[in-house]
Antibody, heavy 115, light 109 residues
Framework: QVQLQESGPGLVKPSETLSLTCTVS????????WSWIRQPPAKGLEWIGC???????NYNPSLKSRVAMSVDTSKNQFSLKLTSVTAADTAVYYC?????????WGQGTLVTVSS | QAVVTQEPSLTVSPGGTVTLTCGSS?????????PYWFQQKPGQAPRTLIY???NKYSWTPARFSGSLLGGKAALTLSGAQPEDEAEYYC?????????FGGGTKLTVL
């Protein structure tokens, strides 16, 4: 069973870059598509995008201009960068695998955008 | 990007049956969208109930079932319990992209 754990700063200043890392255990980072999902307070779930180590990335069009994802196969990790953040980017951020065969999610990490 | 639609809210009586649906702006939902259903209670992370239209996890109560119904994905709850009161989200896969529905708030009353 693949397990995922998000890590990164819980507070980011407006206009700066949000950076999160997801560490994968119990499976290889080369085996799946890896997604980032977020949920603002009292709102619904939003898919940010996904990455495969050899195929590349696919981003939500609404965030595409500000998002970058990468994979570090040596550390079995993948990462999210979201630039020029505003208060609207305040949310719980989840890393996950989502495929036809099932899904695994991290526990989520709250990132607050505030000065 | 496609838009995935769900009923904003539904109410079911204890012991009753209710069906939540998940539609796609691109047309009929098919097994090729690999529909997912998640349950989320206040203050908790989403929990996956159904994947690939109708497959359950070991923790999925037997009273929940997934299907395709009238061009939509459907989640049927038969014999509702008070603990089933929650927000329910569907998810559809589109050629490498993932889209969530807006969620259905289910009240058991």
């Amino acid at each position: 069973q693949v397990q995922l754990q998000e890590s990164g700063p819980g507070l980011v200043k407006p206009s700066e870059t949000l950076s999160l890392t997801c560490t994968v255990s119990g499976g290889s980072i080369t085996s799946y598509y890896w997604s980032w999902i977020r949920q603002p307070p009292a709102k619904g779930l939003e898919w940010i995008g996904c990455i495969h180590y050899s195929v590349g990335t696919n981003y939500n069009p609404s965030l595409k201009s500000r998002v970058a994802m990468s994979v570090d196969t040596s550390k079995n990790q993948f990462s999210l960068k979201l630039t020029s953040v505003t208060a609207a980017d305040t949310a719980v951020y989840y890393c996950a695998t989502i495929s036809a065969a099932g899904t695994n999610w991290g526990q989520g990490t709250l990132v607050t955008v505030s000065s | 990007q496609a838009v995935v639609t769900q009923e904003p809210s539904l109410t079911v009586s204890p012991g009753g049956t209710v069906t939540l649906t998940c539609g796609s702006s691109t047309g009929a939902v098919t097994t090729g969208h690999y529909p997912y259903w998640f349950q989320q209670k206040p203050g908790q992370a989403p929990r996956t109930l159904i994947y690939d239209t109708s497959n359950k996890y070991s923790w999925t109560p037997a009273r929940f079932s997934g299907s395709l119904l009238g061009g939509k994905a459907a989640l049927t709850l038969s014999g509702a319990q008070p603990e089933d009161e929650a927000e329910y989200y569907c998810l559809l896969l589109y050629s490498g992209a993932v889209v969530f529905g807006g969620g259905t708030k289910l009240t058991v009353l």
